[in-house]
């Protein structure tokens, strides 16, 4: 079986949401609401994977002017700005038989090479502790904890630099 990458529509919206609860815990989780929302402002980043034409996995994030991620980004996609600086990587959803295949970092390697193209100075995405050397791997770089409270767990800012002479 082929993988294959698109962007999501509104048409996968139920699907994304059960694979965004399977993957988070509740705390954590973007709800079906946020979900919408997301793919009505920032649907050019928000990308799934799919095997024989059934989605495994996901990832979404918008275009922020910040190289961190702050709270508020979360919730409130006003601050999605589509002339900003740097991509976001809100979530990484991979149904759990399908992770350790390659196909999470397949979805972020589309979305950094979207990034790219698009003239995006890097990108940037929140992750716990246990997951730093998976984002490092893909080339981010830690910059230590976040502010942020997302979910009452313990964050680290991950950054991708791309096109250094933007």
Request: proline share 2%; with cysteine; hydrophobic share 35%.
């Amino acid at each position: 079986m082929e993988l294959f990458i698109r962007q999501a529509s509104l048409n996968d919206l139920a699907r994304l949401n059960e694979i965004e609860q399977i993957c988070f815990p509740p705390q954590e989780a973007a709800s079906l609401k946020a979900l919408e929302s997301r793919l009505k402002v920032y649907g050019d980043s928000f990308l799934l994977a799919e095997l024989d034409g059934v989605i495994i996995g996901f990832v979404n994030g918008s275009i922020i002017d910040d190289k961190v991620i702050h709270d508020e980004h979360y919730s409130d996609t006003s601050y999605h700005d589509p002339d900003g600086a740097y991509q976001s990587i809100f979530g990484l959803c991979m149904l759990p038989e399908y992770r350790k295949s390659g196909y999470a970092s397949s979805l972020v390697k589309a979305l950094t090479k979207s990034a790219e193209k698009a003239g995006r100075k890097g990108l940037t995405l929140c992750c716990k502790e246990e997951k730093i050397k998976y984002y490092e791997k893909l080339g981010f770089v830690s910059h230590g904890k976040s502010a942020s409270e997302h979910g009452s767990a313990v964050w680290y800012n991950m950054i991708l630099e791309l096109n250094e002479t933007v």
